[in-house]
């Protein structure tokens, strides 16, 4: 299983801020797992698709490249504002 | 070396905060600080109000990382970083950046990169809420640029 989080503007567009699935058979990197949500539906294509967007892999930023593993937690969000 | 890390939805007085940095060390001869306040910057309706999102555990790591850059780069004696999340007013206190050394130039220097740093890889999103509405606000282009600079001008100093 893995523990996918959404934060801020995404979790609001993807409706869920936190779900667990079996990492998908074939799905080996955070730009495969995106593609794998994004073809859920339109909501989901919009919201992960086109405007910037982070991804952390147990809690380090990652590119598209990172690699995934069972138990790993992944999560999507907009370009931080803080300070 | 001692220095503290804190996300709270409490509010601080800076006053206090400061007075505690590196309290007792006749060495730090020089500190400095960055007091993040709300800001409602005119551009869309008066903002009544700001909430502070955040994503509990990669916060607190993506800061403790930012601090340690700072203290591999600069000899630093303290460090206090202290960042609200939830709901708070214009005009309040947001963040602190605080920094004691021996001399000036580190202390400049580390204050301004653990906030350069925070502002485009610390985990926090603010959304406003003015009379016509809640918007998320966007990031800022200034702010990924203030931060590029700390990478090309990583060769310049002791890493």
Redesign the interface.
Known sequence: MIRV?Y???LREEVGTGEESLALPAGVHTVGALTARLRARGERWDEALGGR?MLV?VN???SASEGALADGDEI?Y??????? | MAGCIRVQTEAFDPGVELDALARGDAGAGALVSFI?RVRDDGAHAPVLRLT????P??TE??LGAIVEQARARWELRDVVVI?RVGAMEPGEP??LVAVASAHRAAAFAACEFI?DR??????????ERTSQGDR????RAG?AQAAERWERDAGLHRE
Request: charged share 20%; no cysteine.
């Open positions: 989080l934060f801020a503007r910037p952390a809690q380090t930023l999560a969000f907009p370009p931080v504002t803080g300070g | 993040g502070l999102e955040h994503y555990g990669m790591k993506a960042h947001i963040v906030i925070l502002k485009t890889r610390a985990p926090f999103w603010k959304r998320w606000v966007e990031a702010d």
